[in-house]
């Protein structure tokens, strides 16, 4: 089963990148990477997701290793509505852990 | 606004109750799931319907049950309630087939359980 990695927490002042990494190294040669966040206590939204290439939307943009074993997440300018939970998670399993808050600081 | 709904908003219960939650997907979407997140936990997974067939099982307790209807809609039973099953629950839609590798989940804003 693939897991992922997160760190508890980050910080990140407004108007910067955010760079959320996220370890899968059990990750399958077939297997996405996805990313939801969730504000507060409002349902998980998705955000982007990818398997082996870069991927970008409006949202974010998804940064995957040659080795698919880590990930980052980029928020390219941060803003305070940017404050969540955010999950990184290979669907197998549906397995939310606890993910990242991030703190975007004024 | 995700497209998925989910009734009741709140709901509030004592305890040795039955209650039940339910779930409209996104059109077009035949995967439902459902989720529990208790008090600064993470997501728990709890069971996935894809086109009226159950098509994963998570941590479900045998007091819960669920099922997804020819509308497609879903419903999550709770009974002989506890006071530990007061959570957030969500429900969850995909177009996906939920075969593992590739789910693009939806999630509606959740039913807020109290158990007193």
């Known amino acids: 089963d693939a897991k992922t990695t997160q760190p508890t927490s980050m910080d990140c002042a407004e108007g910067r990148a955010a760079n959320l990494p996220c370890n899968h190294s059990t990750i399958s040669g077939n297997e996405y990477v996805y990313w939801y966040r969730q504000i507060h206590s409002q349902g998980p939204q998705y955000i982007i997701h990818g398997l082996k290439n870069n991927e970008t939307n409006e949202m974010a943009s998804l940064i995957i290793t040659e080795d698919r074993k880590s990930s980052t997440l980029i928020l390219p300018h941060a803003t305070l509505r940017d404050t969540a939970v955010y999950y990184c998670?290979?669907?197998?399993?549906?397995?939310f852990g606890k993910g990242t808050l991030l703190t975007v600081n004024p | 606004d995700s497209g998925v709904t989910q009734t009741p908003k709140h709901l509030i219960t004592a305890t040795g109750q039955r209650v039940t939650l339910r779930c409209s997907p996104r059109?077009?979407?035949?995967?439902v799931y459902w989720y529990q997140q208790s008090l600064d936990q993470g997501l728990q997974f709890l069971i996935q319907?894809?086109?009226?067939?159950?098509?994963a099982k998570g941590n479900i307790l045998e007091r819960f049950s669920a099922q997804q209807f020819p509308d497609l809609h879903s419903e999550l039973n709770l009974s002989s309630l506890e006071l530990g099953d007061s959570a957030l629950y969500f429900c969850a839609s995909s177009v996906d087939s939920g075969q593992g590798v590739k789910e693009t989940q939806y999630f509606g804003p959740g039913t807020r359980l109290l158990v007193l």
């Open positions: 319907y894809y086109n009226g067939e159950e098509r």
């Open positions: 998670i290979v669907p197998y399993k549906l397995t």
């Open positions: 059109s077009g979407d035949l995967s």
